[in-house]
Structure formats: C-alpha cells, structure tokens
C-alpha cells in the first residue's frame, strides 16, 4: 500500500504494551463487497481511486465527472472553508513583469457552487502587462488549500476618506501572529500604524514578558514612547494573559496614561470567550463598562465576531489563530477600523476643538462640573467619605482633586480642569455646555 496518511494496522506505545487496531472493520468490509470490481476509464484502463481530504462539497472532476458531496460538507472540516491573505508586493515580486498591480480576475468551471465552481484561470493585470495562469498553478505558486476558491481586493483608503492620524497597536501573541497579514490587509489604508506586539504581553503586568523579548505590558509601550511618536489612535489587543478580576483597574490605568497624552481615541479588541478555564467574559464585561465611563474608548466585537461555530476552524488553541483566523482577524481590524473612519471617531482633528466651557475653575457650577467631579473620583480611587460630592458646584475640594490627579499623570499642578487635565481624564470636552457662574 502507497498512502500518506496510512498509519497502519495497529499501535502499541511500548515494547511491553498491548497493541491497539487503527483500522476501520468497514474498510475490510467494504474491499470484500468489491472485489473483483474496477472502474476503468474511457479507454478501457484502470483508473486511480484515492481518496481526497476534504472537497469542499463538490469533487473537482477530470476522469469522473464532478459529483456533489454533501458529505463533506456534514463532516464539516477544517479546510472546507478557508481564508487567505496574499500582499500586492508579494504578487509583484513574483510577477514583476505586470508593473504595479491592478486588479486580479477569476474564471471558474461554471458547475454551481461558491464562485460559480472551482477555479480554472486566473489573470493578474498591472500597469504593464497581464499574466494568466491556471487555477491549479495559482494555487501551487501561493500554497492555497485547494483550486477552489475566489478573489476578494483589499483596496487603500478611499480617495475622499478622511485623514487618520498614527496609530499605535499594543498587542500579545495573538496580535504578533498577524503581522504579515496586518500588513497586507490594513497597512494599505493605514500606512503610519506602529505595530508593536509580542507573546505574553499583558495589559498590565510588568513581569508578563522577558526583557530579552519586549516591553511587558501596555503601560512600559506607552512610557517608552517619545513626543513624536505619540498616537492619536491607540489600539489595544490584550487581555489573554490578564487577571479578569483586576481587568477594570487595568483598563483604567492604561486609559488614564493615554488621555494623559491626549490621545484622541482609545480602541480595545476584546476577547474570545472559546477557552472556558479563564472568565474571559468578565474582562469582556470591564471592557464594555469602560465605554461607559470614558467617552473615548471604543470596543471591537472580536467574540462575537468570531463565536459561530463555522468560525471554530479560525483557532488552533481556542485563543491563538489557524492560518484562516489570522486573515480573517485582520479583515475584522481593517473593516472595524474603515467604519469608525467614516464615523468620524478616528479622524485626525475630530476631537480638537475645545469649547469655551473649558478651562474650568473654582466657581463653575452645572452638569460638566458634575461630570468632572465623577471622573476625579475613579481616577483617583476616593471612596466612601473621601469621594467628591457630586454637586456640579467647583469649590476648594474639586480644586484640592484636580491638584492631585495633576501630581499622579505629571501635569502642571494649578487646580484648573484645563484641556489636558479634562483630556486625560477622558471626558468628552465638546458636549459641555458650561457657562461660568451659571446656577
């Protein structure tokens, strides 16, 4: 016998272990139900009958003629379905002769299906020249898992899309294992994204990661960045290797460090509830209550996302990406990210006006005093007695906070909810509509 994927017809672990049968009893029963038959071919051969993996629901065809299967789709595996991301360079590179890419076209076999059937050429035009291939070449040049598939064009920013600012992303494992697809996929609308990720990074835990490796957590990311590398969009990719029951103060303390450096948006991916040994919804639950609370923080639905059980073949580890989950996160990234674009969230300049209810100082009355005196309260911890009343009114104690919480972030101590004092607590300064002196 001549296969791969034959293990054999039995296994024992050890020298002394009794063996185990690997073999199905209806193999040997269905060889003794055929035998004597052969299927032969139109000129009279014998044809060769192996088997294939998985089909996609539809055998490809050839010397038979293409069958459905609807058994492969019951079974469901995991390359039924698949994704994958190639970069225009690496087309280029391979095919410098087309110039600069501009469209990639398929034909199929026209026999039902996704795409209309299985892939028979496929045409890569440029600014200089087309090259065409078959669908199987394709597919052996680029290493896809079947010549079954199509084409979908991942396209740089719109022409009349609105300027977006540098983007720094803070991630683990998870985030480090897309680095080329993050590339490919949203570094053509994205170009100025500072793509820091590495295994075992937490959100905040200073011994999360070897020296040797990188920056632990998010907090040592943020301190180590210079003037001119500060972001407008800060994303986070975190939370796997973090306590759920400490997530909220985490989260608070790395918000608290970004508005300390006026950054405009703040943008967590939450996390895949899959892995059932870690209460990952209760960080998921701290995630959705800091948007609540800071009125620049957003949150991408990444468990949601991805919760289908057709997404189950997106994981290798219930946590970590199979080669189809890695391109299908970055799709998540650059479609979440193109809609908080147009939304205006991520808009270089959407956040910079500041109202003339700022700067705000002893005396202020009204709801955005109120609204200050709440945040002074969770950045600063105060509790019970401690805690500010929540009167709108800006007297000696909201001052005498305003101090303190200009002495934790390092700011110029004065007692003035100024815009970087409001901007790192943050409060969204443009709703207020404070009028000093009013009652």
Known sequence: ?????????????????????????????????????????????????????????????????????????????????????????????????????????????????????????VTLNGTTSSVKMSGWAFRTAFGLPAPWYGVQAVYPAEFEAAPVGRILLIGDSVGASINAEFAAIVAPAYPTVDFQAVPNRCLVGPSCVQPTVGLPDAPAVINSLTADQMPTVAVLQLGYNDDPATFAQDIDQVVTALNARAVQRIVFVNLSTRRVSVDYSASNAALATATQRYPNVSVLDWNTYSSGPDKTRWFSDTVHLTTTGRAEFALFLRNQLDDMRRAGLISVGSGAMIPMSVPMVVGERGEPVKALQAALNT????????????????????????????????????????????????????TFTLSRGAR
């Not at 994704?83 to 469209?103: D, V």
């Not at 303190?404 to 300064?429: C, K, M, N, P």
Request: charged share 20%; proline share 3%.
């Open 1 to 121: 016998m001549d296969c791969q994927v034959y293990g054999g017809a039995a296994l024992r672990e050890g020298v002394s272990e009794q063996p185990y049968n690997l073999e199905d009893p209806r193999t040997d029963l269905a060889i003794a139900e055929t035998a004597g038959v052969v299927i032969r071919a139109r000129n009279g051969s014998v044809v060769r009958t192996e088997f294939s993996s998985s089909n996609g629901g539809r055998t490809a065809g050839g010397i038979f003629t293409p069958q459905a299967d609807p058994g492969d789709l019951a079974a469901n595996p995991a390359l039924t379905v698949w994704t994958r991301s190639i970069s225009a360079a690496s087309l280029q590179a391979k095919y410098p002769q087309i110039g600069t890419l501009t469209s990639i076209v398929t034909e199929h076999d026209g026999l039902g299906g996704d795409w209309n059937g299985y892939t028979t050429q």
């Open 379 to 430: 950045a600063l911890g105060l509790k019970k007695k401690k805690k500010i009343a929540l009167d709108g009114v800006y007297g000696k104690g909201t001052a005498k906070a305003v101090e303190a919480f200009e002495t934790q972030v390092g700011l110029t101590v004065d007692g003035i909810a100024d815009e970087q004092v409001v901007a790192a607590l943050g409060l969204d300064h443009t």
